[in-house]
């Protein structure tokens, strides 16, 4: 098979968190490094990627029910390259290959920058299975990314946690931090590029830096987040800086400091607290208290008192009794959450709570939920009141889909903002605008800014 794959086009789905993501994006630049071009329609795609995700059953189904339809397209199209990526790939592996013969290659998340050697097995007429734990090489690709405005930037891949819920280690895998050298060439480039804002991404970026060599005097590690946001904060081009996810075990008032102290830092917090409760929180080994993570909260709010709050929950774990899904709703209810993902806990495989007896019904989890999320929109929407009248600083990423004479962006805590203008003119720019009008997760407003507009893309 010679390199020049022109005519060839590929189409990849992406299921899953933000590491999937950004995966994604660098696993479409090597096939576009390789002579592949984008197709919009999966089924024009001569080569179909699916980049999946497990962290609940029905993430997982979904991949099935996609596949099961390119798998039949196959038998058509013998010449259709088909593969799985991501979580699922590593959690089924070889039991993949069963399920759906018609599978070219099978590759978990820590494979991903290797596509192009994977495929080349592929090419010389084998089916691969790539799921042995690796050293994640650094990245030599440059992505295809999504947007011109904002990007991700892994700090950190794998997880070293066992939450007795969670499947991620088991397919991440362990805990592997880039050096800081590395990540700032790669926040400086797009800078160059124009981009405006950056995402830190790990799933647990508090323990950035625990792998890498070198302690203070005090036995502190090196290269933590808060280090590494000092030493990268300046890079020039680059207007904004986020980093997700938090996990409260590691959140220190040393990073709290720092996201107070540097003025790209935006203050918005992802601390996923998963319950309410000290025996779930306990069960689920999460490694602190309710107590404890009030006062995070609080410590955010002393340094930073308008800065926006996100998080994780999950309802209906293992034995979760009524009272103590109530501590989730007090919880809720005491903290005030700018957004909350919310979720039934779902067993997954190979995980410790999957196997215990005290699991609930789908019924009670189902309304725990609903009533969780109520309770969710009714604070997101007290926390959108603060912003309306005031002036927000906006960073225009894209067209309001559904209103092609607004343009949409994020404040600095993070609410997506829609306002009237062109987005030929203000895509990538940072405009002032006047909140004029409030919903629990979104603002509309006006600018009030003359801006210089200079096309920039
Ligand atoms: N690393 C992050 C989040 C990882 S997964 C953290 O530690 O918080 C994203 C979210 O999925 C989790 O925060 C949790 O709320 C949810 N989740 C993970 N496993 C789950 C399961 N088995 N059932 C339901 N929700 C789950
Ligand atoms: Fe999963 Fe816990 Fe790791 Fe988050 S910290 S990815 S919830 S094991
Ligand atoms: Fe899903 Fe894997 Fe992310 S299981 S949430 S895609 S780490």
Redesign the pocket.
């Known amino acids: 098979m010679t390199m020049t794959q022109s005519d060839r086009r590929y189409h990849i789905t992406t299921f899953g968190c933000q590491m999937n993501k950004a995966d994604s994006e660098r696993m479409a630049g090597i096939l576009e490094e390789m002579g592949f071009n984008w197709s919009e329609d999966p089924n024009e795609a001569d080569l179909i990627l699916y980049n999946t995700c497990t962290i609940r059953d029905n993430a997982e189904q979904k991949v099935y029910s996609y596949l099961g339809r390119q798998a039949k397209r196959k038998q058509e199209h013998p010449e259709l390259t088909l593969i799985v990526a991501g979580c699922v790939a590593q959690q089924e592996g070889e039991k993949l290959l069963r399920r759906v013969p018609e599978l070219d290659l099978v590759m978990g998340p820590q494979h991903a920058n290797r596509l192009e050697d994977l495929l080349q097995q592929v090419f010389d007429g084998n089916q691969v299975v790539a799921t042995e734990p690796v050293h994640i090489i650094e990245d030599i690709t440059k992505p295809r990314r999504e947007s011109k405005v904002t990007a991700w930037v892994n700090v950190i891949y794998g997880?070293n946690?066992?939450?007795t819920y969670?499947v991620?280690?088991s397919v991440r895998g362990v805990e592997q931090s880039r050096n800081r050298e590395a990540i700032r060439a790669e926040m400086e480039e797009l800078g160059r590029l124009g981009y405006k804002e950056i995402t830190l991404l790990g799933?647990?970026i508090d323990a950035y830096g625990r792998d890498l060599p070198g302690v203070t005097a005090t036995g502190r590690h090196l290269h933590t987040l808060t280090d590494l946001l000092y030493y990268v904060h300046d890079v020039s081009g680059v207007e904004r800086l986020r980093f997700a996810t938090s996990?409260p075990r590691y959140f220190t008032e040393r990073l709290i400091k720092a996201c107070y102290e540097l003025p790209k830092v935006c203050e918005h917090f992802h601390i996923p607290f998963q319950s309410g409760d000290n025996e779930l929180l306990k069960a689920m080994k999460r490694g602190y208290t309710h107590e404890r993570y009030r006062q995070i909260i609080e410590k955010i709010r002393e340094y930073m008192p308008d800065a926006s709050i996100s998080a994780d929950a999950i309802v209906g774990f293992p034995g979760e009794t009524e009272a103590q899904f109530e501590n989730t709703l007090k919880l809720v209810d005491d903290i005030g959450f700018d957004q909350l993902n919310t979720a039934a806990y779902s067993p997954r495989p190979g995980t410790p709570a999957a196997i215990w007896d005290n699991q609930l019904s789908e019924e009670v989890k189902s309304d725990r939920l609903q009533r969780l999320n109520h309770l969710v929109s009714q604070k997101a929407a007290d926390r959108s009141g603060r912003y309306l009248g005031r002036i927000e600083e906006v960073l225009v990423e894209d067209v309001n889909p559904k209103d092609p004479t607004q343009v949409m962006g994020r404040t600095r805590g993070n609410r997506l903002t829609f306002f009237k203008g062109n987005i030929e003119q203000l895509k990538g720019q940072l405009i002032k605008v006047k909140v004029t009008e409030v919903r629990a997760f979104s603002l509309t407003g006006v600018p009030i800014e003359k801006t210089e507009l200079v096309p920039l893309f």
């Open positions: 997880c946690e066992r939450c969670c991620v280690p799933q647990n996990h």
